[in-house]
Nanobody, 122 residues
Framework: HVQLVESGGGSVQTGGSLRLACIASGLTYSRNCMGWFRQTPGKEREGVAALEFAASTTYADSVKGRFTITQDKSDNMVYLQMNSLKPEDTAMYYC?????????????????WGQGTQVTVS
């Protein structure tokens, strides 16, 4: 049974930082693609960052140079460090997993999802 649980969201001022965390259980960890996605009301879910087999990363153009996805295998955690936050980063952020290569940031190909954590930048 795969379970993803996010934490770390909150409210921050423009230019601030947050670190989101996702604890993943039930995965064959070394062979997964882990991703972070976000969604605002009325808009489609969009890919933010992905980490393939704990090695290769992919970022949306809108967050390159500001966000960093990392993984700690020892405690099954995936993190999204978000720096220089902007109001347009405000969204519900979701952790997702796919038991194979990442194949980009298309949310439709990810199998497992967390419940989300809200990030608000003002």
């Amino acid at each position: 049974h795969v379970q993803l649980v996010e934490s770390g969201g909150g409210s921050v001022q423009t230019g601030g930082s947050l670190r989101l965390a996702c604890i993943a259980s039930g995965l064959t960890y070394s062979r997964n693609c882990m991703g972070w996605f976000r969604q605002t009301p009325g808009k489609e879910r969009e890919g933010v960052a992905a980490l393939e087999f704990a090695a290769s990363t992919t970022y949306a153009d809108s967050v390159k140079g500001r966000f960093t996805i990392t993984q700690d295998k020892s405690d099954n955690m995936v993190y999204l460090q978000m720096n220089s936050l902007k109001p347009e980063d405000t969204a519900m952020y979701y952790c997702a997993a796919r038991p194979t290569v990442c194949n980009g940031l298309d949310p439709n190909v990810y199998y497992y999802w967390g419940q989300g954590t809200q990030v608000t930048v003002s």
